[in-house]
């Protein structure tokens, strides 16, 4: 596993130097989105008007927005999917359009457990994404960040150990005939987590099968030792996690993923839920990294 201390100053000046001598132009014509009469005009406007090579082409209306956009994930680097694409919902948008109203707190949120994973003494096998109660974001917020950590060129594991009411399966649109409650039952290895190309360094555990004993299953050793290999592989570990407040998987899956953050959503978490899941949290033996108010 690498140092997360040194992947993100590391990751960028590898980007910078391979992809630097990329021009936007060139990318557009290997595209075959311009052609060389149509690069003639843009770069005649271009200096004419002192505009980048982009926006004269967008002004000419030889390209649209979303080949600009994949253009430019091009020349950085950068894992990108079409907005307009079928194969991923709207759960997503958040972290494939920087313009979206949550794009910058999923950011800040990323910055944020870097630098709270960067001062830990002993790096945990994962983080547990957890909150009180139902539709307060959990989902969203591990599937959304896991993008984001992908996009840094770390790779990222999703495991859902939602078995109550799993999502990650739907948000990726990734088979869940097997996942986790098989890894947990000793039916599958670590090829059950399913890669998601679109966005890079990116897999996904689903959930699997549901089983009649979700909380017995999440509390067998077979979970930590899943972890502890799977720390190896990957850089960053996220698990979403069921409504805390009604049963004790969540702190089954935090005890055994070593960290978690917890979620509270405006306007509808307790403050007092909120307060009492991190002391639960800690009475665990789980590092809880910090509480995040999500406004989604």
Do not use: C
């Not at 907005?83 to 494939?96: E, H, P, T, V, W």
């Not at 996690?241 to 953050?261: I, M, Y």
């Not at 665990?284 to 995040?292: E, L, N």
Request: charged residues 25%; glycine residues 6%; without cysteine.
């Amino acid at each position: 596993m690498r140092d997360r201390k040194a992947i993100l100053p590391l990751d960028a000046a590898q980007s910078s130097v391979v992809r630097r001598d990329l021009r936007i132009g060139d990318i557009l014509a290997a595209e075959g989105k311009l052609d060389r009469t149509g690069i003639e005009q843009v770069i005649k406007l271009q200096e004419s008007r002192g505009l980048r090579f982009g926006e004269a082409a967008l002004r000419l209306r030889l390209i649209t927005p979303e080949d600009l956009r994949s253009a430019l994930a091009k020349q950085y680097d950068f894992p990108y999917v079409p907005l307009d694409g079928d194969a991923f919902g709207a759960d997503l948008a958040a972290s494939r359009d920087a313009r979206h109203p949550n794009a910058e707190q999923l950011r800040a949120l990323r910055t944020q457990l870097l630098i709270q994973w960067s001062k830990l003494e002993r790096e945990p096998r994962a983080l547990a994404i957890a909150s009180p109660g139902s539709f307060e974001g959990r989902s969203y917020v591990t599937a959304n960040l896991a993008v984001l950590f992908a996009q840094l060129g770390m790779r990222t594991l999703i495991i859902d150990a939602d078995f109550r009411a799993p999502r990650q399966f739907e948000i990726f649109n990734v088979p869940d005939r097997v996942g986790l409650s098989a890894v947990l039952s000793g039916r599958a290895g670590h090829e059950a987590a399913l890669p998601v190309p679109a966005f890079g360094p990116l897999a996904v555990l689903p959930a699997g099968a549901r089983p009649p004993n979700p909380q017995e299953l999440l509390l067998r050793p077979a979970l930590a030792t899943f972890l502890e290999l799977a720390h190896h592989e990957h850089d960053v570990i996220l698990i979403d996690t069921p409504p805390a407040r009604e049963n004790a998987d969540a702190q089954s899956v935090a005890f055994s993923a070593g960290s978690v953050l917890v979620l509270a959503r405006a306007n509808h978490t307790r403050t007092d839920d909120a307060a009492r899941l991190v002391r639960d949290f800690r009475d665990a033996g789980a590092i809880v990294v910090g509480t995040a108010l999500n406004r989604f």
